[in-house]
Nanobody, 127 residues
Framework: EVQLVESGGGLVQAGGSLRLSCAASGLDIDDYAVGWFRQAPGKEREGVSC????????WYADSVKGRFTISSDNAKSTVYLQMNSLRAEDTAVYYCAAQNIRRYYYKGWFSGEMDYWGKGTLVTVSS
């Protein structure tokens, strides 16, 4: 059974940092783009970042470029999101997701294209 399990969410002050983890089981992360979406109350789910581990290519939403860094550890089958310089507007439930790498190359990082989802972890940034 494929599972994506997020951890690392919590409460942090504006300007602070958190590191999210997504532990994947039942799939080889080299066969997928793996990354993150987020959804704030009353807002649409939006792509945050993803990585294709096989070639090391990464993508970031404009709103997080320069502040967030995504990475992967194939030995641990885990993808990380280092979140620095956090802002109140980063407050959201963050979801890990995985997409077949071939479809990712063609379609891009959109929520409707995902093959698997985690249950989410809440990040709250206080101002």
């Amino acid at each position: 059974e494929v599972q994506l399990v997020e951890s690392g969410g919590g409460l942090v002050q504006a300007g602070g940092s958190l590191r999210l983890s997504c532990a994947a089981s039942g799939l080889d992360i080299d066969d997928y783009a793996v990354g993150w979406f987020r959804q704030a109350p009353g807002k649409e789910r939006e792509g945050v970042s993803c990585i294709s581990s096989r070639d090391g290519l990464t993508w970031y939403a404009d709103s997080v470029k320069g502040r967030f860094t995504i990475s992967s550890d194939n030995a641990k089958s885990t993808v990380y999101l280092q979140m620095n310089s956090l802002r109140a507007e980063d407050t959201a439930v963050y979801y890990c997701a995985a997409q077949n790498i071939r479809r990712y190359y063609y379609k891009g990082w959109f929520s409707g294209e995902m093959d698997y989802w985690g249950k989410g972890t809440l990040v709250t940034v206080s101002s």
